[in-house]
């Protein structure tokens, strides 16, 4: 609109300059372009940080109602903190404590493109993959959705966990099984200081992760990039008291760090390494991985695993 107005102008004085030289007169000088406005500077939260940790919680009591939250497009979770895109992953690195030693620690996190019934909603499928020292420690698929108030909530898991490349357990908690309950991993706009909020509960696994944000304002600089106005969470559970992991979030982005406060026996701290989005190839592979870990679960977990809906794959040609 700019450009045609000036453009309306500029015919304007020529139509009066073709006047004024019948007159005899010079044409007046072109009238200056204004200057462009400054460009919007993007806005910094200020640095604040919560009191420590002092709520006394109900574990069994105190938990999430996901029948209050309504789902019109539970597979699509864009919320800033945690989005959740097929075919993206991400890559992360650090190290963490194994036995009493400090080792190499490797966390990667893929969406694949399916999806799986649970409790009522649909979830998007992602695949987890834990090495220590170089060596497989734990597989998952993870189950989450995305509510209309645009919190992401996670309705269960199944894992594996491996000794020397055996499975030795396999702790599975799933929404609506054996008394367990669906969970938030991050809210669309969390809160400094809480109070708290339940990341999933199951009384047999047991799962009983809670998180709370305990700084805002955050800038937060790995490997990946350097981002602003980052939060910070603080993750506990009932069976480790005075332990918390820091996750540190940057908007747009997602998880970008991992680290620990208090009595925390695995001291894990990772950085975001890489975001990469997979091609077909990729995304299949992922796709062929969780699918085997599913059919595994019917096998090992007919107490929970195998009470749940089949996942489901996109269709032909997606």
């Excluded at 010079?26 to 400054?38: D, N, V, Y």
């Excluded at 992602?126 to 209309?148: C, H, P, R, T, Y």
């Amino acid at each position: 609109m700019g450009r045609r107005r000036g453009t309306t102008v500029a015919l304007g004085l020529v139509v009066a300059g073709s006047i004024a030289g019948c007159g005899g007169g010079g044409a007046p000088p072109p009238a200056a372009a204004p200057p462009p406005p400054p460009a919007a500077q993007p806005t910094v939260t200020p640095h604040a940080t919560a009191p420590p940790f002092a709520e006394t919680v109900d574990w069994a009591n105190q938990l999430e109602n996901i029948e209050s939250a309504t789902f019109s497009e539970p597979t699509r979770i864009d919320n800033s903190w945690y989005s959740l895109k097929p075919g993206t992953q991400f890559i992360y690195e650090g190290y963490s404590d194994q036995q009493g030693e400090r080792v190499p620690h490797r966390f990667v996190q893929t969406v694949t493109d399916l999806t799986k019934p649970i409790n009522g909603v649909r979830t998007v499928v992602v695949w987890d993959q834990d090495f220590k020292g170089g060596e497989l420690v734990e597989a998952e698929i993870a189950f989450n959705a995305q509510s209309d108030a645009g919190d992401v909530w996670r309705l269960g898991e199944y894992p594996q966990v491996y000794e020397g490349g055996q499975i030795v357990e396999t702790p599975t908690w799933i929404a609506g099984i054996a008394g367990a309950r669906a969970g938030i991993t991050i809210k669309k706009e969390p809160q400094l200081g809480g109070p708290s909020y339940s990341q999933g509960w199951s009384p047999t696994v047991p799962w009983t992760d809670r998180a709370r944000v305990t700084q805002v304002g955050v800038t937060d600089c790995v490997p990946q990039g350097c981002y602003q106005n980052g939060i910070v969470t603080e993750e506990f559970n009932r069976e480790e008291p005075g332990a918390f992991q820091l996750k540190y979030y940057a908007p747009g982005v997602g998880n970008t760090r991992v680290d620990f406060t208090g009595a925390d026996a695995t001291r894990e701290q990772l950085e975001l390494i890489k975001v990469v989005q997979l091609d077909p190839a990729g995304l299949a592979e992922a796709r062929a991985a969780a699918l085997e870990l599913d059919k595994q679960g019917y096998e090992r977990s007919r107490a929970v695993y195998a009470l749940t809906e089949p996942i489901e794959q996109p269709p032909p040609g997606r």
